[in-house]
């Protein structure tokens, strides 16, 4: 589930049907390698950090996994 959805949502739905959730997104073009904020591609409605993210998940009873995507867009893997 993305950070396009609500944050009360993303708490609500995630223990039932969700295995993906990501955080602390970046929508902007380039938006990981130049530090811009003028070109988003769409609004973010969960600006949760990392860490609420993951506290939110082990509140309800979900063991958070993390996976960095980065270094699998780099290496082409």
Not at 46 to 68: H, I, K, M, Q, W
Request: glycine share 6%; aromatic share 6%; charged share 20%.
């Amino acid at each position: 589930i993305s950070t396009r959805e609500n944050p009360r949502f993303r708490d609500v739905i995630t223990p039932i049907a969700i295995t993906s959730i990501s955080a602390a997104s970046s929508t902007q073009p380039g938006g990981y390698a130049v530090d811009r904020h003028d070109l988003p591609q769409f609004i973010i409605s969960d600006d949760r950090s990392v860490g609420e993210v993951t506290a939110a998940l082990r509140l309800n009873g979900l063991e958070p996994v993390f996976r960095d995507t980065r270094s699998s867009v780099i290496t082409g893997i």
